[in-house]
């Protein structure tokens, strides 16, 4: 269903989108979820930079350098004109089940967002379990004043919010939530 | 009523003041973007925390003695607020993309650069009505007057430069290049002017008087803003978390402090002994003491601290 979120570039007409001229406003928003499995059985599944496959939207990782500073990936959001994200790993914690990085260029109909940077960290939970958090900063699709409805700070709060969930929703699936 | 109760507790605090800090505490002015506000927060009772109502997404901040500027980049209003009270005195609305804000005390100007129109208002501090309109290159953001008062200097992220006005005469005198989207400046005391480069990682250091770079100094991911405290430059790092600090005559590194998430405006208390910045994605600043070099202090803010500019002021709250 969220797949949605994920808009097929049905043609390539837009620049990517570097870290250039930008809305006034960034935006940020923090996702969280609770899961029964312990942090190191979780973060075996999503620490590796290189292997997003636990989440639904995305259809195939291909990168490099590992979980190395500056490693690269593509993420594939879906098989029909593989619409892509690239991203750039800048920090990488193996201890703090950490770890931080930025889309380097995304087409603003398959993400409309700008400047994004964000972090994935695995954290103990009291009671036993994990919490899982997904951060996020960036500005809107649109750099400039009156941007579209579909471009506007609304929409990006909206499709990042979506996309994480999604994962998150994921994660709760297949480790089940605490205490059940 | 609730006017009375705010005027009571004001009251109150002027005289726990009083009694408790003989001399004026240290007050930080702290725009709240996402959170439409601004924190008033008394270094010296850092639980205490006063929050003003400010729409529209106010990133932009300068305090004067007894005035706070405040530029919300959404609404693209400008708000002058009395330090005491939070009252508006001035308001005006401009068009473009206001960010940056300078204040020029000596010559009752502001100065507020427009980031989608490659200028910079001239506003009356007292109206805050336009006087005059000065052309910089591309998205000009952070703004910093010398503080003899001679020189304006104004960012032009796009552009990789900075452009210098003589304050008096608002000619431009030069354009230089720096790195690689310079977003924050700040003068030192000294006089030349430091410039973090938010693509290339670094700061250039710009002598205004020659118009040219002397120095590119690299510090830490996305360097934001820059501040200074005992022969010390203060650089917040944005994608790292850190502040970089580095000796202003030698321009060597010194240290890195770790400090919140998104460190963002950063800025000095009057006698020098502390820093202080916004951190962004935490809600916190982060308060450091400039001799040690360590965080001190983190205090709670409102949502979404970006604190772009002059924020701290001298015992404005009474």
Not at chain 1, 47 to 65: L, N, R, Y
Not at chain 1, 89 to 116: G, H, M, Q
Request: negative net charge; glycine residues 10%; charged residues 20%.
């Amino acid at each position: 269903m969220k797949r949605r979120l994920f808009l097929a570039a049905a043609a390539c007409t837009l620049m990517p989108s570097i870290a250039l001229a930008h809305g006034p406003t960034r935006q940020k928003i923090t996702v969280t979820a609770e899961v029964a499995a312990d942090p190191t059985e979780v973060w075996s599944v999503v620490g590796g930079f290189q292997d997003m496959s636990w989440h639904p939207a995305v259809f195939a990782t291909k990168g490099e350098g590992g979980n190395e500073i500056d490693a690269t990936r593509v993420l594939v959001v879906s098989e029909e004109g593989w619409p892509a994200i690239d991203e750039i790993l800048y920090k990488f914690c193996d201890e703090k089940k950490s770890y931080s990085y930025r889309i380097t260029a995304v087409e603003v109909d398959v993400l409309p967002v700008t400047n994004y940077s964000s972090h994935l960290t695995v954290k103990p939970r009291d009671g036993g379990g994990s919490i899982i958090e997904w951060r996020g900063a960036f500005y809107r699709g649109y750099p400039n004043n009156d941007p579209p409805e579909d471009l506007n700070d609304e929409a990006a709060i909206k499709a990042v919010t979506g996309v994480y969930e999604l994962g998150l929703d994921a994660l709760v699936e297949r480790f089940g939530a605490p205490g059940s | 009523m609730r006017l009375w109760n705010d005027l009571v507790r004001q009251a109150l605090r002027g005289l726990a003041l009083l009694i408790c800090t003989p001399a004026a505490a240290d007050v930080a002015y702290i725009t709240c973007q996402t959170g439409d506000a601004l924190n008033v927060i008394d270094l010296g009772r850092g639980a205490d925390v006063i929050t003003w109502d400010v729409p529209g997404k106010p990133a932009g901040v300068a305090t004067g003695s007894n005035y706070v500027l405040t530029v919300s980049a959404d609404s693209k209003v400008i708000r002058k607020l009395d330090a005491a009270t939070g009252a508006v005195l001035a308001q005006t609305e401009l068009d473009g993309g206001p960010i940056g804000v300078a204040l020029d005390g000596q010559r009752q100007r502001v100065y507020v650069s427009d980031w989608y129109n490659a200028r910079i208002w001239v506003l009356d501090l007292e109206t805050l009505s336009t006087i005059s309109i000065l052309a910089t290159g591309e998205a000009p953001a952070g703004l910093s007057l010398s503080e003899d008062g001679r020189w304006l200097a104004s960012a032009d992220k796009e552009a990789n430069q900075v452009t210098l006005f003589d304050a008096q005469s608002l000619n431009k005198i030069h354009q230089v290049a720096v790195g690689t989207r310079p977003f924050g400046l700040n003068f030192a005391p000294d006089g030349r002017l430091f410039v973090g480069n938010v693509g290339s990682d670094d700061l250039t250091v710009v002598d205004p008087d020659i118009g040219r770079a002397v120095a590119t100094v690299p510090v830490g991911q996305r360097p934001y803003g820059v501040s200074f405290a005992k022969g010390r430059a203060f650089v917040t790092n944005q994608y790292e978390n850190t502040v970089s600090v580095i000796d202003t005559d030698s321009l060597q590194h010194v240290q890195t402090i770790d400090v919140g998430e998104y460190p963002e405006g950063v800025d000095t208390v009057a006698d020098g002994t502390k820093v202080v910045l916004a951190n962004w994605f935490d809600n916190t600043i982060s308060i450091i003491d400039a001799n040690t070099l360590s965080v001190i202090e983190t205090l709670p803010t409102c949502d979404g601290p970006r604190a772009f500019g002059r924020f701290l002021v001298k015992g404005a709250v009474q």
